[in-house]
């Protein structure tokens, strides 16, 4: 393995098989307009989005409905032009339900978004903030908070995560390869913002098409960073130690070490945001996985029923399926279908439910999962410690430093819960803290 | 609504699972079993089988039977089969399978809480208890169908030593100063446990199960390296006490050891400092026992010994968290 991957990368890590093939080469299509849709005023870290419309308005789509509760928290807009039915508790891909806006969008409309025009990029963190737009990778913490520089730090790279190192999420590599212009006017936007010194943008091996259209496009300007195919690239420690060589100190952030990551799409949506004046309203969705015959890649509107968007592929028999949302890796399984397609939302992946059926074996002790941990910890040892609640040890052992990628859960030969067990471990001592 | 299944991430695994591991490393004991009965006659089968069929019947007594089907206590009374003398009484090999299945791992709390190798464990308890019938080696290639004299024995009913006993490479180093042929060492036509002298085998099997990452290749390479450097050190210095590095590799239980025994995942470290640590700890006392102990060969003593400070050696080998001090 060591021969084979030349291009740079971080130590450890897991090889899960792309299955990218799947859906690379379908263009972005559009979801179709529905009934219904549901906003949730929580769909980002921060604070819950505070509703600025009442039951019964009639809201245009790209109209803000939820305004930013704080610094950390996000504006929230129409997806659709209808009428709001409810501002209620509503299903939520985390699991836990949460209150949402919920538009009845009017069949009768054109769905043109209201005027609003070109934004100034002098005060990007304004405009992004007031597009409500939320990290695209995954994590969806508010963008706006990521743009500006806090007093006393300086910022000599802007660094974007064009990795997409989940298997079957294909959403990045698509706009990457179809608006590489947008993607890098974004970066430069970013760039200027932070007053970073250099724009680098971190593409794995096997997107080695998008990475050529982005050179091709940015002339020089950016330069592309072609970083090996491994799990966990895009999590951005390690794309940070991949691409710059830094490691960032346990418990600190990139900016500690005069980063900061953003996600390509992103850049994608303050371009959008900026140049058209046009909120986060809707971002690609892939929907693939062993049970969908006919992977996609689509424009998804904020709000639509997850089991919406699966009819529309041609799933509407779910029984006995795994509908997750996120990539295979670190996606969250879904217990209710009537919950929206949130900001964060990268993929839809739907298995068959046998292929969850796995045995437990006791721990043989082979140490698979220590080689497989990016962070260098002990999982089989956290894993141990959480079962007897030994928080001291925990705390001595780092668990706060595991982000859950899986890839110890992954190796395992002998099917243990190592993240999940993690995770567990991590409240723990979270709420031994309080 | 329809029926979802909830299950945390990841949703996709490595092929890889404990079970077929065990099946792997059973499986590349097929080939040795053969070459072993083709060196020793239809005793290697007998014993074998007997040490197998015990460890299984063991396991199934001693705890739920849930845990059989990982073949793990099949793989424990196979591995001590194959390092038993071809000539020692079979109820002794039962004996000491069942003392490696009932106290060398159930007794720990089953697969993967054992501290010793079970196998060696059992070996270990076979030498304390009958060192004569464990020293005594009968010579290779007696015809297929001839038993030793002693292997169907009553036990306890009194065992008196074959005609026809033999001195192992090692034995013949240590006592009469003889050194073996190189190539009789590596083809396997010499005296020794029933699954440790075809050379060249134990090699191939051994790349194999490294192909097929049954285990850790660093647990067999540090092994082996170090007990390289260090016999090819002492043999320029003491040539009359250390064998040359290439008689140290081909004899004795050591390649066996190297491809089955510290590659036990369960009783050798985590960490990979701590596997590097293990092997270079194990071939240094084999080679410091074999050269100045009592006992011809001490591989199954330096294995044990490194089990035993696997703990401590796991405890000071911690890795270094990711953006954490050196």
Redesign the interface.
């Known amino acids: 393995m060591v021969l084979i991957a030349s291009a740079p990368t971080f130590s450890h890590g897991?090889h899960?098989?792309d299955q990218k093939a799947r859906s690379a080469t379908e263009p972005i299509g559009r979801m179709p307009f529905v009934r219904e849709y549901s906003v949730p005023l929580r769909q980002h870290i921060g604070a819950a989005s505070e509703p600025i419309v009442a039951v019964g308005d009639i809201v245009q789509r790209g109209q803000l409905i939820a305004k930013r509760a704080s610094f950390v928290s996000t504006n929230q807009h129409a997806p659709v032009t209808g009428r709001v039915k409810a501002i209620e508790t509503r299903p939520h891909p985390s699991g836990v339900s949460v209150r949402a806006i919920v538009i009845e969008s009017d069949p009768f409309s054109s769905q043109q978004m209201g005027a609003s025009g070109p934004r100034s990029d002098q005060a990007l963190a304004d405009s992004v903030s007031d597009a409500g737009i939320v990290g695209m990778g995954g994590a969806a913490f508010p963008a706006h908070v990521k743009l500006s520089v806090p007093e006393g730090r300086t910022v000599d790279t802007l660094l974007m995560n064009g990795c997409e190192c989940e298997?079957y999420l294909t959403c990045d590599h698509r706009i990457m390869l179809e608006h590489p212009t947008a993607v890098l006017e974004g970066t430069a936007m970013i760039q200027t913002a932070l007053g970073a010194k250099a724009s680098v943008i971190g593409v794995e091996q096997n997107k080695s098409d998008a990475a050529d259209v982005l050179r091709a496009a940015s002339k020089g300007s950016v330069s592309v960073a072609q970083v090996a195919v491994k799990y966990p690239q895009g999590a951005e420690?390690m794309l940070i130690?991949a691409v710059l060589g830094r490691?960032?100190?346990?418990?600190?952030l990139p900016l500690d070490v005069g980063v900061v990551v953003h996600n390509v799409g992103t850049a994608f949506a303050v371009h959008e945001a900026v140049r058209l004046g046009k909120p986060l309203i809707e971002r690609v969705v892939t929907v693939s996985g062993p049970a969908v015959s006919q992977p996609r890649n689509l424009w998804v509107p904020i709000g639509t029923p997850i089991c919406d968007l699966l009819a529309f592929v041609g799933l509407d028999?779910?029984?006995?399926?795994?509908?997750?949302s996120g990539g295979?890796?670190?996606?969250?399984?879904?217990?209710?279908?009537q919950a929206p397609v949130v900001k964060g939302m990268s993929g839809i992946?739907v298995?068959p439910?046998a292929?969850?059926a796995?045995k437990e074996?006791?721990?043989?002790?082979?140490?698979r999962c220590?080689?497989a941990c990016?962070?260098?910890?002990?999982p089989?040892?956290l894993w141990l410690l959480t079962r007897n609640r030994d928080i001291e040890a925990l705390n001595q052992?780092?668990v706060q430093?595991c982000f859950e990628c899986?890839s110890c859960?992954?190796?395992?030969?002998?099917?243990i819960?190592l993240?999940?067990a993690i995770?567990m471990g991590k409240k723990l001592v979270r709420e031994a803290q309080v | 609504m329809s029926k979802l299944l909830l299950v945390s991430s990841p949703f996709v695994r490595d092929e890889r699972n404990t079970p077929q591991l065990m099946r792997d490393v059973i499986g590349s004991l097929v080939p040795i079993l053969i070459m072993s009965m083709w060196v020793f006659g239809v005793i290697a089968l007998l014993m074998v089988a007997v040490t197998g069929a015990t460890a299984v019947v063991t396991e199934r007594l001693v705890t739920s039977k849930r845990s059989l089907h990982d073949g793990s206590a099949l793989l424990t009374g196979l591995l001590l089969g194959f390092v038993l003398p071809p000539g020692l009484p079979l109820w002794m090999g039962a004996l000491g399978s069942a003392f490696a299945v009932g106290l060398g791992k159930a007794a720990f709390g089953g697969l993967g809480a054992n501290i010793f190798n079970p196998a060696l464990l059992g070996r270990a308890f076979l030498q304390a208890a009958f060192p004569e019938a464990m020293t005594t080696w009968v010579a290779p290639q007696m015809g297929f169908w001839q038993l030793p004299e002693r292997s169907l024995a009553w036990p306890l009913m009194g065992s008196h030593v074959d005609g026809i006993s033999a001195a192992t490479p090692l034995g013949g180093f240590k006592f009469q100063g003889l050194t073996t042929d190189l190539s009789e060492m590596v083809v396997g036509t010499t005296a020794g446990s029933l699954g440790e002298t075809a050379t060249w085998l134990l090699v191939l099997c051994g790349l194999w199960l490294a192909l097929r990452k049954a285990f850790d290749w660093r647990l067999p390479v540090s092994t082996l390296f170090s007990v390289a450097l260090l016999s090819w050190v002492l043999h320029a210095t003491v040539p009359e006490r250390c064998a040359d590095p290439m008689t140290m590799l081909g004899s004795g239980g050591l390649m066996f050891a190297a491809v089955f025994m510290v590659t036990d995942p369960v009783t050798t470290p985590v960490t990979a400092k701590g596997m590097w640590l293990f092997g270079f700890g194990t071939g240094v006392l084999v080679v410091l026992i074999r050269s100045f102990g009592g006992l011809p060969e001490g591989v199954m003593y330096a294995v044990l010994l490194m089990n035993a400070v696997t703990p401590w050696i796991n405890r000071f080998t911690q890795p270094r968290v990711f953006g954490g001090l050196a």
């Open positions: 897991v899960p098989a298997p420690k130690k490691e960032v100190p346990v418990g600190k028999q779910l029984d006995q399926y795994i509908v997750i295979p890796m670190m996606g969250q399984a879904q217990k209710n279908l992946l298995f439910a292929h969850q796995t074996y006791p721990c043989i002790r082979c140490g220590l080689d990016p962070m260098f910890l002990n089989t040892r052992h780092h430093a899986g859960s992954y190796v395992c030969p002998s099917h819960p993240v999940h995770r």
